[in-house]
Structures are given as structure tokens and as C-alpha cells.
């Protein structure tokens, strides 16, 4: 038993260290052939459950913290805004990457017309820069949206659209309904994080392996886990991602959940360079603006402002009719 906690211990490490590192797992390898899968040994199912302490301990340890929150950190800023922040962020991201001839993210490739792509990115980056209202900014972005998908497989922009669709939307809204926007950019944040740990990690460990044969990131067999090989090293990492996303996904302990995230996204992007770090810079700053300003309304206030909204005057619409 005492052996068990041990290895308990040092796997939720690699559980957690592992989980915010290369999300982005296709910016650096290519697509392999390779058939690979996971085989379902007792320490997968640990590292499972490890997984799920952890999800009960971030609604514990958020609950503790929650004295905090009465700073002035976790209010709206009087000069700069949190969605300021996030549009500035958004916006140099757009500007740089268009300047280095990357449309959205290094691994898609438009085959025709990249400079009107690359314009139009830079020209939405500016828009965000701008002192223009916010809720353009926000059909910029849906506008970018609409072209990556339109001229991109589905396998490739689904990376990215739950995160960039979120901002843009929750920009439209911030206005009127900004516990709605913040909402809204959970839920995307949260599925964006749970797309890249299944598509990049857990649908496809092959990817993990080629990232691990050129990044020796499995700092576990150096610390005498001999067992605990490069494939479970994916998989703890895609767990670990999946579990951070459900949590934002359902609002559980969601700034303390946050806090671990951006500390992993940081660390990722300070060991792999300037490459990863612009590219995080958007999702950084979602964390920020999550962190400080709450995570809108849970999923339960969601379907009760859905159905107060939406389902309920169709209903008297179509119950006036009938009468």
C-alpha cells in the first residue's frame, strides 16, 4: 500500500506537469500512419482516478480561495478592461502571425490565395487593436472563423474554432450581457481543451510519441517509473487536459482550475520558445479574463436563462397562435 501511494504521488505529478504541455501537439510533428493505441493496465485506470480527485479537490481548494476574490484584481479594471486585454491580445497575435505568413496556426495550409487569408487576418487584428466597438471586433473574429473553416478540413480547424468562436461571440454580447459573454468563453475555453486532448493526444497517441521522440519531456522513468512509458505519458497528458476542460466545461472549482492552467500553458510556452507562446497568448489571456472575472453562469443558470430566453417564447408564441 505504502508502494501505491508512492507511485500514486509521483503519477498525479505527471498527471498534472504533463497536462498543459505541447496541446498543440501538431504545430511540431506531422500526421503519422502509425497504429497505435493504449492498452488498459491497472495504472491507466489510477491515473483515471487520479484524475478525478483532482476534480474533486479543485471544488474544494476554489471554495477555499474563495476569500480572495474580493480583491481588486478580480473585479473589472477601471482603465483597461479584461476584454481589452483579450482584444489587444487577440489582435497582436492576428498582426505577428500574419506577418510570418501563418494563417490561424502553423500547421494550416491554404493552398491558394494565402496573402488575401494573411490581409484579412491582419486587418481583424488591427480592428481588435482599434478603438472601434467591441462588438466589431467580435464579427471580425466570427468572420475569421467562418473563413479558416470554409477553407480548411474540418480535422485541422477544430483546434481552434471552439476558442476563437467563443471570443468572438462573447465580444459581440460583453455590452449587454457580460455574464453571458463570460459564459460563453468558458464553455468555449473548456471545449477547446477537450478537443485538443482527444484529437491530439487520446484519438491519436501516435502523435505524442513522434512529439516525445524529438522532445524527451518523460521526466517519469527518470525518476525510477520504468513502467511508466512514453504512451502513458500521452495518455496522463490528454487525461489531464480532458479533466481541466470537463472542469471548465461545468464551472467545477473553475478559477482554481484556471490558475493550474494558465501555470502550464506558461511553463509550455517559456520551455518551447516564442514558436508556442504567441500561439498561447489568446488562450492565456481567455484564463486571465476567466480568473479574474468569474465564470459567468453554471450550466444549470445556463439552460434556466435558455429556457427563460428562448424556449419560453416560442412556446407562447405558438400557444397565441393556437388560441
Not at 35 to 55: D, K
Not at 87 to 103: D, P, Q, R, W
Not at 225 to 245: K, N, P, R, W, Y
Not at 294 to 309: A, D, F, M, N
Amino acid at each position: 500500500m505504502k508502494y501505491l501511494s508512492i507511485k500514486s504521488s509521483i503519477g498525479f505529478l505527471g498527471l498534472t506537469v504533463s497536462s498543459g504541455a505541447w496541446s498543440h501537439v501538431r504545430w511540431f510533428v506531422e500526421e503519422s500512419n502509425a497504429n497505435v493505441s493504449f492498452s488498459w493496465t491497472p495504472l491507466y485506470f489510477l491515473l483515471v482516478g487520479l484524475a478525478v480527485l483532482y476534480a474533486l479537490g479543485s471544488y474544494y481548494a476554489d471554495r477555499k480561495i474563495a476569500p480572495l476574490y474580493g480583491a481588486s484584481f478580480f473585479k473589472p479594471w477601471p482603465k483597461v478592461s479584461q476584454w481589452d486585454l483579450l482584444a489587444y491580445a487577440c489582435g497582436f497575435t492576428f498582426v505577428f502571425i500574419s506577418l510570418e505568413n501563418i494563417f490561424i496556426a502553423p500547421n494550416i495550409e491554404i493552398l491558394q490565395g494565402l496573402e488575401t487569408f494573411l490581409l484579412i487576418q491582419a486587418v481583424c487584428g488591427i480592428v481588435l487593436l482599434s478603438a472601434l466597438p467591441r462588438w466589431f471586433s467580435g464579427v471580425a473574429v466570427l468572420v475569421l472563423c467562418g473563413m479558416t473553416a470554409d477553407a480548411v478540413p474540418m480535422a485541422v480547424w477544430i483546434d481552434y474554432i471552439f476558442e476563437f468562436v467563443a471570443v468572438g461571440v462573447a465580444f459581440i454580447l460583453v455590452r449587454w450581457a457580460p455574464s453571458t459573454s463570460l459564459t460563453i468563453l468558458r464553455i468555449g475555453l473548456g471545449l477547446q481543451l477537450m478537443v485538443l486532448a482527444i484529437h491530439n493526444k487520446l484519438m491519436d497517441p501516435s502523435l505524442g510519441l513522434a512529439f516525445l521522440s524529438e522532445y524527451n519531456w518523460n521526466f517519469m522513468q527518470l525518476l525510477g517509473m520504468q513502467q511508466f512509458d512514453d504512451l502513458l505519458f500521452v495518455f496522463s497528458a490528454g487525461i489531464a487536459e480532458l479533466t481541466f476542460g470537463l472542469l471548465i466545461l461545468f464551472a467545477v472549482g473553475t478559477r482554481f482550475v484556471i490558475l493550474c492552467v494558465s501555470f502550464f500553458f506558461t511553463l509550455t510556452s517559456i520551455v518551447l520558445g516564442m514558436h508556442e507562446l504567441v500561439g498561447h497568448v489568446p488562450i492565456l489571456v481567455c484564463c486571465i479574463v476567466l480568473l479574474s472575472l468569474g465564470s459567468g453562469y453554471s450550466i444549470l443558470e445556463s439552460g434556466r436563462k435558455l429556457s427563460e430566453h428562448v424556449f419560453e417564447p416560442i412556446q407562447l408564441f405558438f400557444t397565441h397562435r393556437r388560441a
